[in-house]
């Protein structure tokens, strides 16, 4: 009889608990939903978003591009300094975590690249199962960047520039590829007819990694407002391949700046239709007040812009 009574005394707190966990799993999965569904619906003012950052503010555009240009004409002793002096000393290897242990050449899931990738798909697992809206936009808006980059960089304006990359050691002319030269100015180069699994033929201008990296780094930055960690650790899985790259600076430099756009665009666009940017609509008004004076008697017509 006692048993019986446990049980029946045990039977509410198990049945409420149940629908508990189980409307808590329901507004999750709906939170979920509602923030997929807002970063799809995002995408055309992520574009527009981008524009706006470059032509709204002319003035930065304009000196950005003066910096890359400026970098080009100095790019064959900036770069051969770069090699002999930064990318000589940088050499340290970080754990392979790639989940295939046979080789992947598939992007950004294999090698260094998939530290970013990874830690980009557990952020978002981890906030969509304990409901952290912040978190799902901020790696889902990571992953949005980093499409961005490679439609941006490594597709469109790696064919428009064609740009070949510098020999692996300008200082001594030496080179383990064909389509490298010591030569900064060797622009508009034919890809070969690859545009997404690319090989190193005219694909220097702008870096890829700098700018996808960048772009991912500045999304968690401004969602998180933190410098420190989205950027320390972007620069230490970059850093790791620094021999890979195989870029002129003003590759990487034109990358960084690129990347930047590309995330603050994506992150505004996302905080406007979160209601986080306030509208910056210009709005008049009109007012039209009694008025009386030892002057005059009548209607005050004030306007607002």
Not at 124 to 153: D, P, W
Not at 229 to 237: L, M, Q
Not at 289 to 297: A, F, N
């Amino acid at each position: 009889m006692k048993k019986i009574v446990i049980l029946l005394l045990l039977f509410p707190v198990l049945f409420f608990a149940q629908e508990k966990t189980k409307s808590l799993f329901s507004k999750r999965l709906h939170l979920g939903f509602d923030v997929a569904k807002t970063s799809v619906k995002t995408v055309p003012s992520d574009f527009a978003y981008m524009g706006k950052n470059i032509s709204e503010d002319w003035k930065r555009t304009a000196l950005y591009t003066g910096i890359v240009g400026a970098l080009i004409l100095v790019d064959r002793p900036t770069t051969e300094f770069y090699q002999e002096h930064i990318e000589a000393h940088i050499n340290y290897k970080l754990p392979n975590i790639t989940i295939n242990k046979k080789k992947n050449r598939f992007p950004w899931v294999s090698g260094y690249d998939a530290y970013m990738f990874y830690t980009m798909s557990g952020i978002y697992a981890g906030s969509l199962f304990t409901g952290f809206e912040k978190g799902q936009y901020a790696a889902i808006n990571g992953f949005k960047s980093l499409a961005y980059s490679i439609l941006i960089s490594h597709i469109t304006l790696k064919t428009i520039f064609g740009r070949s990359r510098p020999y692996t050691s300008l200082k001594n002319g030496i080179s383990d590829n064909p389509h490298t030269t010591n030569n900064p100015f060797d622009f508009f180069n034919s890809r070969g007819g690859k545009y997404v699994f690319s090989d190193q033929r005219g694909t220097a201008l702008p870096s890829l990694h700098a700018t996808a990296f960048f772009a991912m780094a500045k999304v968690f930055q401004m969602e998180f407002d933190n410098y420190w960690i989205p950027y320390g650790f972007a620069a230490i899985v970059f850093g790791a391949e620094f021999r890979q790259h195989r870029h002129w600076v003003s590759d990487m430099v034109a990358g960084g700046i690129i990347g930047t756009i590309i995330g603050r665009s994506v992150v505004r666009s996302s905080w406007r239709a979160r209601g986080i940017l306030p509208d910056k609509k210009k709005e008049i008004t009109f007012k039209c007040i009694p008025t009386i004076s030892s002057r005059y008697k009548g209607l005050q017509l004030v306007a607002n812009f």
